[in-house]
């Protein structure tokens, strides 16, 4: 059987033939010879085998071949992409997209050296946060800040810094997962504090936080519950009087504001969410909250409060381990930046951009995007212009939805018809990613804001037995 094959393995160009290759040539200038020769032994191993079962090969598909395993390895794997989700904030896809003077500010800080630790007016050694301090305490009235890698370091910091070997008082009402592993509980635990539990799922009153509070206790803690709404019979205490409790009893009151926004939603057309002000208005020692959901910016976690507790939180070790690194923090003040002009932060924050368009713009940009969709996909899918309702994601609102307006694509075939044409579209050089519903794959229009990169991203569009 090996004997048989061994003639035409023969016929198989040599490595050192392919890479003189004129086709190869060119791939070496752009990525390098190691992974041409790479490219051109896989290949050679591949039709090897190939050839074994009588298939006939020149070096053109051998080229061809070598090109497609070079470009595959060099794109890449961290890809560009159109949420369609209609998930604003989607934690999956990267959350907020940054503002252009955010990139701007990132891109600098990339480029060159620049004073992250160190005092331009002394010449002496500076602090991090000292850029964004001020800006913060403006934007929200607290007395000092501090930033770190993302709201779950900020809760995991602030607890272990007030709590550790000590009490934290949380209602059960608030004892939340977030998504992947951040659970409350769990966060405590690894802060070193011991979680104290007082009231029941639906009502926590304020004698429970009163009766549980005693000279092991560390602080109390509140919780935005971001990601669900307890509805019915309930009773919670709010941050006022918590606060009062609180410092009855000189305890420190925490708030985890999770997304906080900065600005009021209802100027938007938006529910109201609580904003970081607000908080600290309402007597929070420390609010805690994350940059990449409502602000808009990067990930990143504030801690904003009281001066000495903030200096405590900077003198714990595990602060270095949780600090952001230049790139985020020239991200972060940019994005700041552009809340002293509240006017036009809704153009120029990409966040507030796509929570504020009109359904009528949407259904617009609906209208015209429907026959270019249509165009690629072939008579067997159908393309209609629908109404659907975006969430802005990340816990913010959870139960309120947007009205926004979509492409509904439905395939001949039902179930597994629409699985392959979602799969053609993540399939995408620029991956298009929609949300399955009813037999159609359903595109929100709500963030799509580059129409001809998606027009051009649509003419890569393969599709096997849909087309
Ligand atoms: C999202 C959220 C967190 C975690 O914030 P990250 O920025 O994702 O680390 C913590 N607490 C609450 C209430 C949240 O909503």
Redesign the pocket.
């Given at each position: 059987m090996a004997v048989s094959a061994l003639p035409s393995l023969r016929s198989l160009p040599s490595v050192d033939r392919l890479l003189r290759n004129p086709d190869i040539a060119v791939l070496i200038e752009k990525h390098g010879r190691a992974e041409a020769t790479q490219a051109v032994r896989e290949t050679l191993k591949e039709l090897r085998e190939a050839m074994r079962s009588g298939k006939d090969i020149d070096d053109g598909v051998i080229a061809a071949s070598v090109l497609s395993r070079v470009e595959a390895r060099a794109s890449p794997r961290l890809k560009a992409l159109f949420n369609l989700t209609g998930t604003v904030l989607h934690?999956n896809l990267g959350r907020a997209i940054l503002a252009e003077e955010a990139i701007e500010a990132a891109t600098s800080a990339m480029r060159h050296a620049v004073s992250l630790e160190f005092d331009l007016a002394s010449g002496k050694r500076g602090e991090r946060d000292d850029h964004v301090r001020s800006l913060v305490c403006e934007l929200t009235g607290a007395e000092d800040a501090t930033l770190v890698n993302?709201?779950?370091?900020?809760?995991l910091l602030v607890l272990n810094t007030l709590a550790q070997g000590k009490d934290a008082i949380v209602s059960r009402g608030e004892l939340?997962e977030?998504g992947g592993a951040?659970r409350m509980p769990e966060i405590m635990a690894r802060a070193g504090a011991q979680l104290r539990e007082v009231g029941t799922t639906n009502r926590t009153h304020a004698r429970d936080y009163v009766e549980a509070i005693g000279p092991q206790t560390g602080l109390l803690l509140k919780?935005?519950?971001?990601?669900y709404r307890i509805e019915g019979f309930t009773a919670e205490v709010g941050a006022r009087e918590l606060s009062t409790i609180a410092h009855r009893h000189d305890i420190p009151l925490v708030n985890?504001?999770?997304?906080g926004t900065l600005v009021d939603l209802s100027r938007f057309g938006l529910t109201k969410e609580p904003t970081v002000r607000e908080a600290v208005e309402e007597g929070a020692d420390l609010v805690?909250f994350?940059?990449?959901?409502l602000l808009g910016g990067p990930?990143a976690?504030f801690i904003v409060g009281r001066k000495d507790l903030i200096a405590a939180i900077n003198r714990n070790p595990m602060k270095r381990a949780l600090r952001v690194d230049k790139l985020r923090l020239a991200a972060c003040e940019a994005t700041l930046k552009l809340y002293r002009d509240p006017e036009r932060l809704a153009q120029r924050l990409p966040t507030m951009r796509f929570l504020s368009r009109s359904v009528e713009d949407i259904r617009d940009q609906a209208e015209r995007l429907a026959p270019v969709v249509a165009c690629h996909l072939g008579s067997r899918v159908t393309v209609e212009t629908v109404p659907c309702r975006s969430q802005i994601g990340?816990?913010a609102l959870p139960l309120d939805t947007i009205p926004s307006f979509g492409l509904s694509l439905q395939p001949r075939g039902g179930g597994r018809a629409v699985e392959e044409l979602s799969a053609a579209f993540r399939a995408l050089p620029w991956p298009v990613i929609g949300r399955v519903t009813e037999g159609a794959l359903v595109f929100d229009l709500r963030c799509l804001e580059n129409e001809e990169l998606f027009g051009q991203a649509l003419s890569s569009l393969r599709l096997g037995n849909a087309s």
């Open positions: 934690t993302n709201n779950a370091a900020a809760v939340i977030i951040f919780v935005h519950t971001s990601n985890d504001l999770g997304s805690t994350s940059g990449d959901k990930q976690g990340s816990g």
